[in-house]
């Protein structure tokens, strides 16, 4: 499984973008919100995380492998959680990628429906789908920082607030802001049985 892709981008099409990483060069399709934030990088450096996946019908005799990519890591994860929705797949996904990583995440965790069924191949039976299966995997997405570096990760004292604070600088979150996030949330005294439910709390009271 190739899982990045680096090397100069050298065309921006309407569903893929042209990666030369020599002596090869590589078709990556992108959501078109990827696709905006890679329009002005042409002839520099660029670095996607990537998904594989064969298309077309085996019976039929033709399979084609298609490289996906993603400017974070967040993003990849988010894509590969939206395409194990009943009735989503892979080529549906990518349709729905219009919108950051982050709107996507806060409307399925917050149940807006009817804005999700507006995304491009949803519609509202498929949007429910979406919010009943993820629902509660969403605040860690919910919480991306956009444009921010991914920093180090530090030893902290219990592996839940470890690795909260790794998914929220992993998220873009800086050192700090890291650390302060997870303090005043444990400050209220709750007791969190895992991760997902301390970066649930850390997202309400964020938003």
């Known amino acids: 499984m190739i899982v990045s892709i680096a090397g100069k981008l050298v065309q921006v099409g309407e569903i893929s973008v042209i990666i030369q990483a020599a002596p090869f060069d590589y078709e990556v399709y992108v959501g078109d919100y990827t696709r905006r934030q890679l329009q002005n990088q042409i002839g520099n450096e660029v670095r996607l995380h990537t998904l594989d996946y064969i298309e077309g019908n085996a019976q039929g005799g033709r ?11 967040p993003e990849r994860q988010f894509f590969d959680l939206f395409c194990s929705v009943d009735g989503v797949g892979v080529k ?11 709107e996507l995440a806060v409307l399925i965790e917050e149940q807006d429906a009817k804005t999700l069924s507006a995304l491009p191949g949803i519609g509202p039976a498929t949007s429910e789908k979406v919010i009943a299966k993820l629902r509660r995997k969403m605040p860690r997405f919910a919480l991306m ?11 902290v004292e219990s592996p839940i607030v470890s690795d909260t604070y790794d ?7 800086s050192e700090s802001d890291a650390r302060k996030l997870i303090d005043e949330t444990l400050a209220t005294g709750k007791k969190f049985k895992d991760t997902e439910s301390l970066l649930t709390a850390i997202y309400q009271r964020s938003k």
Do not use: Q
């Open 167 to 173: 998914a929220l600088v992993t998220l873009g979150h």
């Open 63 to 73: 399979l084609t492998p298609r490289l996906i990519g993603f400017s974070t890591l």
């Open 145 to 155: 920082v956009a444009g921010e570096e991914v920093a180090d990760s530090m030893e």
């Open 92 to 102: 549906k996904a990518l349709r729905a990628m219009v919108r950051p990583v982050k």
